[in-house]
């Protein structure tokens, strides 16, 4: 092997490990790890570097020179992969750190100043070589081992320890970084040369297979974008050739290293220009349909803002991304309250992706979002739910996750890059904005309609009344002139009417008063029901309440043809409002009536039982045989505007109204079934009075 061999060898590896650190560096400026491997690298392409420029020199006292910066270099080396290490774990320990550090005077000192560590060069077949000083050269070497091997330790309990809060694909960086970074250290074979063996320093081989396994692992599990790298490298590569190329060629052709020198610190001011600018240029071309529908996606946010209805909002959202971006597939889950899990609600999937219907809230995928709130691959999300190049992107309402957007893999197989993340980060907050204003407008619509409810029922009740005195002034007239026939009858008709006649229309008088009777109780009761209370509450008697109870639902109850049972114990004593609680009961036979209103195959049936419950409570419950409650809506009933009727038919204020009532009186009230076409129970325990 000559020398030209061994300088091109160690200085195109030098390159390569150099552009290497100049794209981990890009990839993520702000990143503690990105940065310390950087400089990792970075040392590593020094030491090939100046072994080149070693090999190429011919003056002794160059050749030292520029091995001792070699080797200065790998001095260096265990200090840096200590701090790489320690920015992986998350923590450093400042008494490894101050020993490093001593290696690196200590042994920096003694390699510039003294002859202890290196006393001069050998000259083997193939070149020159730094001679080891048995004085201080075995202890380097223990120092060296010793500060790699515990390198190594911690960055291997660092990927084996389950408690650590690390990705999946954190964790395949890791190994890969770690595999690649114990390959380089078999290039410490090189310091057999140093003791006088003639073994020629491949170092630079395992210098090679170190960006190698990361190629590998860019390619496979996309840790960067492999178009940007490749494009990013190639230009580097091919401008800095000719930087450092170029004076080198003319200095080994002329001899005149002076001027070479010269030519190289111009290109080496002029390069970065020229890198920067080539770059730009070429990747806007590569990169011009990711601009297109980046854009896209940007007035996508801008518009989201102003939809007001939730379900068109995620119409849009899932339509405009699978339309600009073209993805594998597309899917939208949105949280459930009832199942208590985020449900498929939306998606375009091919066949072969058949996803899950539903994700449960406290699943890992779920508190990854919640911890992160924003877009992020599946992979980091340490979830095999979907593929690996999955992009997930989270919505929130008021810090809660709403729901989340899954895009796959690019029609164009394409990962997603950096410029991706912050697009879909923008569309991640819009939407976020826009569910709250959709959420917003909801409540604002229901509360004009409870208002609107709250304003026709206050019109119904002066109705009522009004009509209710309408009515009872005729009633009142009739009764009096009934019994004025009646009398009439009895006393100057008597002589002139048979017996049996004259006790068949007695018989009608009578009957009819009492209709009339009874017709002036209902008017009072619906006069009460109907007239506006200031909601005192007072001792009450529970068959106060029932009494103009029944005289408003019993005649709908006969005309509905419904089996009203009754079991009542008397004497209960409570303290409340009457014109209230008669509101609670008429409510609850408003909503049984409409639940057996369907019965066609089987008798109309409500039962009313009121009874001491403790000595301390009474309990109303009211119960039919109609359709029933569904399970999930149980607990959820009494809430403002949840109705279990069609929305044709109800707009879910009675139960929630139900609620304020009682709970205003110091009771509680729950309902019971067993589910569809099962028949209900409402309840209701109210403290006694003492």
Same mark, same amino acid.
């Given at each position: 092997?000559?020398?030209?061999?061994?300088?091109?060898?160690?200085?195109?590896?030098?390159?390569?490990?150099?552009?290497?650190?100049?794209?981990?560096?890009?990839?993520?400026?702000?990143?503690?790890?990105?940065?310390?491997?950087?400089?990792?690298?970075?040392?590593?392409?020094?030491?090939?570097?100046?072994?080149?420029?070693?090999? =190429?020199?011919?003056?002794?006292?160059?050749?030292?020179?520029?091995?001792?910066?070699?080797?200065?270099?790998?001095?260096?080396?265990?200090?840096?992969?200590?701090?790489?290490?320690?920015?992986?774990?998350?923590?450093?320990?400042?008494?490894?750190?101050?020993?490093?550090?001593?290696?690196?005077?200590?042994?920096?000192?003694?390699?510039?100043?003294?002859?202890?560590?290196?006393?001069?060069?050998?000259?083997?077949?193939?070149?020159?070589?730094?001679?080891?000083?048995?004085?201080?050269?075995?202890?380097?070497?223990?120092?060296?081992?010793?500060?790699?091997?515990?390198?190594?330790?911690?960055?291997?309990?660092? =990927?084996?320890?389950?408690?650590?809060?690390?990705?999946?694909?954190?964790?395949?960086?890791?190994?890969?970084?770690?595999?690649?970074?114990?390959?380089?250290?078999?290039?410490?074979?090189?310091?057999?040369?140093?003791?006088?063996?003639?073994?020629?320093?491949?170092?630079?081989?395992?210098?090679?297979?170190?960006?190698?396994?990361?190629?590998?692992?860019?390619?496979?599990?996309?840790?960067?974008?492999?178009?940007?790298?490749?494009?990013?490298?190639?230009?580097?590569?091919?401008?800095?050739?000719?930087?450092?190329?170029?004076?080198?060629?003319?200095?080994?052709?002329?001899?005149?290293?002076?001027?070479?020198?010269?030519?190289?610190?111009?290109?080496?001011?002029?390069?970065?220009?020229?890198?920067?600018?080539?770059?730009?240029?070429?990747?806007?071309?590569?990169?011009?349909?990711?601009?297109?529908?980046?854009?896209?996606?940007?007035?996508?946010?801008?518009?989201?803002?102003?939809?007001?209805?939730?379900?068109?909002?995620?119409?849009?959202?899932?339509?405009?991304?699978?339309?600009?971006?073209?993805?594998?597939?597309?899917?939208?889950?949105?949280?459930?309250?009832?199942?208590?899990?985020?449900?498929?609600?939306?998606?375009?999937?091919? =066949?072969?992706?058949?996803?899950?219907?539903?994700?449960?809230?406290?699943?890992?995928?779920?508190?990854?979002?919640?911890?992160?709130?924003?877009?992020?691959?599946?992979?980091?999300?340490?979830?095999?739910?979907?593929?690996?190049?999955?992009?997930?992107?989270?919505?929130?309402?008021?810090?809660?996750?709403?729901?989340?957007?899954?895009?796959?893999?690019?029609?164009?197989?394409?990962?997603?890059?950096?410029?991706?993340?912050?697009?879909?980060? =923008?569309?991640?907050?819009?939407?976020?904005?826009?569910?709250?204003?959709?959420?917003?407008?909801?409540?604002?619509?229901?509360?004009?309609?409870?208002?609107?409810?709250?304003?026709?029922?206050?019109?119904?009740?002066?109705?009522?009344?009004?009509?209710?005195?309408?009515?009872?002034?005729?009633?009142?007239?009739?009764?009096?002139?009934?019994?004025?026939?009646?009398?009439?009858?009895?006393?100057?008709?008597?002589?002139?009417?048979?017996?049996?006649?004259?006790?068949?229309?007695?018989?009608?008088?009578?009957?009819?008063?009492?209709?009339?009777?009874?017709?002036?109780?209902?008017?009072?009761?619906?006069?009460?029901?109907?007239?506006?209370?200031?909601?005192?509450?007072?001792?009450?008697?529970?068959?106060?309440?029932?009494?103009?109870?029944?005289?408003?639902?019993?005649?709908?109850?006969?005309?509905?043809?419904?089996?009203?049972?009754?079991?009542?114990?008397?004497?209960?004593?409570?303290?409340?409002?009457?014109?209230?609680?008669?509101?609670?009961?008429?409510?609850?036979?408003?909503?049984?009536?409409?639940?057996?209103?369907?019965?066609?195959?089987?008798?109309?049936?409500?039962?009313?039982?009121?009874?001491?419950?403790?000595?301390?409570?009474?309990?109303?419950?009211?119960?039919?045989?109609?359709?029933?409650?569904?399970?999930?809506?149980?607990?959820?009933?009494?809430?403002?505007?949840?109705?279990?009727?069609?929305?044709?038919?109800?707009?879910?204020?009675?139960?929630?109204?139900?609620?304020?009532?009682?709970?205003?009186?110091?009771?509680?009230?729950?309902?019971?079934?067993?589910?569809?076409?099962?028949?209900?129970?409402?309840?209701?325990?109210?403290?006694?009075?003492?």
């Amino acid at each position: 092997m000559n020398t030209d061999f061994y300088f091109l060898s160690h200085f195109i590896a030098a390159i390569i490990v150099f552009c290497f650190s100049f794209f981990v560096f890009l990839s993520n400026k702000k990143s503690k790890i990105n940065l310390s491997f950087s400089i990792f690298d970075l040392v590593i392409s020094c030491w090939l570097l100046f072994s080149a420029f070693a090999s =190429i020199s011919t003056d002794a006292k160059t050749i030292l020179f520029w091995f001792k910066a070699s080797y200065a270099t790998v001095i260096i080396l265990p200090y840096v992969f200590l701090s790489f290490a320690f920015s992986v774990v998350g923590k450093k320990n400042r008494f490894v750190s101050f020993l490093a550090l001593l290696h690196v005077i200590f042994f920096l000192s003694s390699l510039w100043f003294s002859d202890l560590l290196i006393e001069g060069v050998y000259h083997y077949s193939w070149g020159y070589y730094p001679r080891a000083s048995l004085s201080l050269h075995p202890f380097f070497l223990l120092s060296f081992c010793g500060l790699f091997s515990y390198t190594i330790f911690i960055f291997i309990c660092k =990927i084996k320890d389950r408690q650590d809060d690390i990705s999946a694909l954190d964790r395949l960086r890791a190994i890969y970084i770690l595999l690649g970074t114990l390959l380089g250290v078999l290039s410490s074979f090189d310091f057999i040369a140093n003791y006088g063996i003639d073994f020629y320093p491949a170092g630079f081989i395992f210098a090679l297979l170190y960006p190698s396994i990361l190629t590998y692992a860019i390619l496979k599990y996309r840790l960067l974008d492999i178009r940007v790298a490749v494009t990013r490298a190639g230009i580097f590569t091919l401008i800095y050739t000719f930087v450092l190329g170029l004076p080198l060629w003319l200095g080994i052709r002329t001899g005149f290293w002076i001027w070479a020198t010269i030519l190289m610190g111009i290109l080496s001011t002029i390069g970065p220009f020229i890198y920067s600018y080539l770059r730009q240029q070429i990747e806007n071309a590569l990169f011009k349909e990711q601009q297109r529908y980046q854009q896209a996606i940007r007035e996508l946010a801008k518009r989201m803002v102003q939809i007001r209805d939730l379900d068109k909002l995620f119409v849009e959202v899932v339509a405009e991304v699978y339309t600009v971006v073209q993805p594998q597939f597309i899917a939208l889950y949105t949280f459930s309250k009832p199942e208590k899990a985020y449900i498929l609600s939306r998606h375009h999937l091919p =066949i072969e992706y058949a996803f899950v219907k539903q994700i449960p809230f406290d699943s890992q995928l779920i508190t990854e979002f919640s911890k992160n709130k924003r877009p992020m691959f599946a992979e980091s999300a340490s979830t095999a739910i979907f593929p690996l190049e999955t992009l997930l992107v989270p919505y929130f309402s008021e810090g809660r996750l709403f729901g989340f957007l899954v895009v796959g893999q690019k029609s164009t197989k394409m990962m997603y890059t950096d410029s991706d993340f912050v697009v879909f980060d =923008i569309l991640s907050s819009q939407v976020s904005l826009a569910i709250e204003n959709c959420l917003f407008w909801q409540e604002e619509k229901t509360r004009l309609a409870k208002e609107e409810q709250i304003r026709r029922q206050r019109a119904m009740d002066h109705f009522s009344a009004s009509l209710a005195h309408e009515i009872d002034n005729p009633v009142f007239a009739v009764t009096g002139m009934a019994e004025v026939v009646k009398e009439t009858i009895a006393t100057d008709l008597k002589s002139y009417i048979p017996q049996d006649k004259l006790d068949y229309l007695s018989d009608r008088l009578s009957r009819i008063n009492h209709d009339l009777l009874r017709i002036s109780k209902m008017i009072k009761a619906i006069r009460e029901f109907s007239s506006q209370t200031k909601g005192e509450q007072v001792i009450l008697n529970v068959d106060e309440v029932l009494g103009g109870f029944f005289s408003i639902v019993e005649p709908q109850f006969k005309y509905e043809g419904i089996v009203f049972e009754k079991q009542i114990e008397t004497g209960i004593a409570i303290k409340g409002n009457k014109i209230h609680l008669e509101e609670v009961l008429v409510n609850f036979s408003t909503n049984s009536i409409h639940a057996v209103k369907y019965n066609n195959k089987k008798e109309k049936r409500i039962a009313l039982t009121v009874r001491k419950n403790s000595p301390m409570t009474c309990l109303i419950e009211f119960k039919d045989n109609g359709y029933g409650i569904k399970q999930e809506l149980l607990e959820d009933i009494f809430l403002d505007f949840v109705t279990t009727k069609a929305s044709s038919e109800g707009s879910g204020i009675g139960l929630g109204r139900v609620r304020k009532i009682i709970e205003d009186h110091g009771g509680k009230v729950w309902a019971s079934s067993q589910g569809e076409n099962t028949g209900a129970a409402f309840f209701i325990e109210m403290p006694l009075v003492k």
